[in-house]
Nanobody, 122 residues
Framework: QVQLVESGGGLVQAGGSLRLSCAAS????????MGWFRQVPGKEREFVAA????????RYADSVKGRFTISRDNAKNTVYLQMNSLKPEDTAVYYC???????????????WGQGTQVTVSS
């Protein structure tokens, strides 16, 4: 069982930066692949980024490539999403997710956090 708690969301102007954190419970965090997703009210949840547990390979949605960076600190049981050059269209609730299997952009992760709001003003 894994519990995930996101933090770091907030209001930022376009062009600014935010770093989201996702703290995970459990002693086997390093064995989990982690992902970040986002959702706007009335729209489907969409993939943002993912990182594997083994070789820390990463995958990004085309819309965030070059602007967002996913990373993990297994000693702190935490995964991060550094978001730079933010745009108003990045406004959403951001969720982190965990799974023992590599899911990449697939939404079939076993565990999900409650989400953190990111609002980018123009």
């Amino acid at each position: 069982q894994v519990q995930l708690v996101e933090s770091g969301g907030g209001l930022v102007q376009a062009g600014g930066s935010l770093r989201l954190s996702c703290a995970a419970s459990g002693r086997t965090f390093s064995s989990y692949a982690m992902g970040w997703f986002r959702q706007v009210p009335g729209k489907e949840r969409e993939f943002v980024a993912a990182i594997s547990w083994l070789d820390r390979s990463t995958r990004y949605a085309d819309s965030v490539k070059g602007r967002f960076t996913i990373s993990r600190d297994n000693a702190k049981n935490t995964v991060y999403l550094q978001m730079n050059s933010l745009k108003p269209e990045d406004t959403a609730v951001y969720y982190c997710a965990a799974d023992l299997a590599w899911r990449g952009g697939n939404q079939e992760y076993d565990y999900w956090g409650q989400g953190t709001q990111v609002t980018v003003s123009s």
